[in-house]
């Protein structure tokens, strides 16, 4: 499984981006795809979640009202709306996609629930 992630660049502060992540390459069934981020010297954290069956989504605290995950099922595309961006938003963003039997629902804030990683796309929110 290949994800390419793309729509990172550099915005000001209040503006807005759109990230996509499309999954692709043999036959897998997507169970979940969820966005993280990693900022200059830092770990790389939960940004968002979506499970596949249901669409049901999660977010991190620091980003809730400002975030939206969503998906295109027929092109196995997740997308990161991103409005309302402020420098503490600047990073390198990944997704990651959990094609396993099941859906984790426990522990899809941490990196081991993710089976594929994308290359990363960075976002840079200039003061």
């Known amino acids: 499984v290949q994800l390419q992630a793309s729509g990172g660049g550099l915005v000001q502060t209040g503006g807005s981006l759109t990230l996509s992540c499309a999954a692709s390459g043999g036959t897998f069934r997507t169970q979940r795809m969820t966005w993280f981020r990693q900022a200059p010297g830092k770990a790389r954290e939960f940004v968002a979640t979506?499970?596949?069956?249901?669409?049901?989504?999660s977010y991190a605290d620091s980003v809730k009202g400002r975030f939206t995950i969503s998906r295109d099922r027929a092109k196995n595309t997740v997308y990161l709306q991103m409005n309302s961006l402020k420098p503490e938003d600047t990073a390198v963003y990944f997704c990651?996609?959990?094609?396993?039997?099941?859906?984790?629902?426990?522990?899809?804030?941490?990196?081991?629930?993710?089976?594929?990683w994308g290359q990363g796309t960075l976002v840079t929110v200039s003061s």
């Open positions: 979506l499970k596949w069956s249901g669409g049901i989504t």
């Open positions: 990651a996609i959990d094609v396993g039997a099941r859906a984790i629902d426990t522990y899809y804030a941490q990196e081991r629930a993710y089976d594929y």
